[in-house]
Structure formats: structure tokens, C-alpha cells
């Protein structure tokens, strides 16, 4: 199990950080001022209900508006929770809010005896139950960068994507130098991504860096400062350019993740997640744009073989 723990960041900020760092353990914020703002719902409705009453103890009225900083279920599928608050995403969000279904993840995570490929994602949703969720998608949809004004705080949404995914968007308070990321970034956990490219993650991740924020608030793990965020960069800029070399030399991507060395960042938890990376270079370096749809079973089957290469 993860505990889910509020802290206060600044006058206005909280956010809502879980213990673990692993698939669907993600975290959220709150903006305590002009009606409250909620940055991201949980993976299922007890998690985003527990969200709910950790946020009540600073802004006990019912939160007016709730953004989703992109479509991942983890982010999402506790909206319903927030009835009646006005939710905020991206086009590219909203476009793909029913990709994949809650009631598809459910079977998948219930299945008694699941084929070799479905068998860690059945693990790891174990501690879940989407039995309950119903898709709430967003009512307010955004094309680009927009400012709310919450009595005086002022809100900053950055559409960032695509990076992690086409609808990326993150949250700037300016006046009290927080950032809350979404999944553009993971902290003290290895990143992977969907739609999107390598060179726009890294763009992302400096334009957030240029901003010079003191808080920043991973999508998963602990919250951070610049120095998160310049990790991470440092990350996708050292695995870029080794899977380039390792794509012009003709290796697989498993020959190339067996070639990289990944310093401090192989102590991050799921650092098998780097094959996901790898291909998404190779996909790049075939000439594939941003919105390629591509194998992800062939992509994952790759991550689950490095990950029992290196024992997890
Ligand atoms: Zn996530």
C-alpha cells in the first residue's frame, strides 16, 4: 500500500504526495484561494476520496475547479469525486479521455489467471479498484496557455505537450514560485511516455526550468526543486543521445540499454523504464512524428524483459 500524505508548500499550495513511486501512485495539489483549484484526481475513487478529505481539512468547501494535467488514468479517473467543479484539461486531454476505459483496466486487474503480458500490470493495479469510476472528462477545454485569477493568486496553465502525452499541461503559481508538473515530470522514478517526443520533453522540462520555481510537484514521487527538474532533463538529454548512437551502430534496444550507463539515475525506482525511452528515440530516428501510433506491446514486452534482466 502507499500512504498519501498532504503538506502546505506556501500561503496557497498544498500537495498531495504518495509514498510510493510506482505505476498509478501519483500525486496532486490544491489551491487554497478563489473557490480552490485541485490539480489532478487519483487513480480510483477510495484514493481520490482520501484526496478529497486531506483537502477539506484546509479548504473545507467543495473545490470549484479541478484541472486534469493530462488523460493517464492515474490523473483522472478520481474526477467524479469533485462533482460539480468546473474540469479544466487540454484539447489533447479531452480528445483522448476514453482512449482506455476503467472497465478494461478492471478486467484486466480482476483476470484470475492473466496471459505473460498482462501478468505485472495485474500486480501492480492490485491495490486498486476501478469498479466505481465512471469517466468524467473535462468541461472547460483549453487550446493553449491560459490565467486564472483565484482572488488574487494567479494560476498559470502551460501547455507543455506533446511530452509525456499530447494534452500536457503544467500548473504555475507564479507569485509563490510552485509548479505542479503532471507527469512532465517523475521524480526519484524512471519517466516513461506516450505520444509525444524526446525533443519536446526536454523543451518542456527547460521552459519549466526558466521559470526558476522554488516547490515543484512531480506527477510521481517526492516534491523537489530545480534541481528535479534538471535531472530529469539531464535524463532524457543522456538517453537520447546514447540510443541515437546505439540506433546508427545497429543494435536492438535492448543491446543499447545493456550499453548505457545510467549513473545516478539507476538507483531511481522502475529503471527498466529505459527501454520505453530507447524506443521512443529509434521511433524518432525512423522518421516517426510525435503522434506515430506505434506497438506498445512490443515496447512493453521489452521494458518487462529488462526488467527481469535486472532482477525487479
Ligand atoms: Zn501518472
Redesign the pocket.
Known sequence: MSTLERTQLTPSVHAAVQSRTGTGW?NSGLVAAGGGLVVDSLYDVRLTRQLASLYAEVHPDAPRRLVNTHH?G??CWGNQVFAGAEIIAHRGCADRFADFTPERAEMIRTMADPPEAMRSIHEEWADFDFSDVVLTPPTMVIETDTTIDLDGVRVDLLYVGPAHTEGDLVVHVPDEGVVLMG?VLFNRCTPIGWEGSTDNWIAALRRVEELAPEWVVP??GPVCGLDGLVSSRRYFEAVRDHARASYAAGETVLESCAGIDLGEWSRWDEPWRVAANVHRVYRECAGADWDTSFDSGAVMADVEELRRRLGG
Open positions: 501519483s493517464n492515474d490523473h507527469d506527477g510521481h
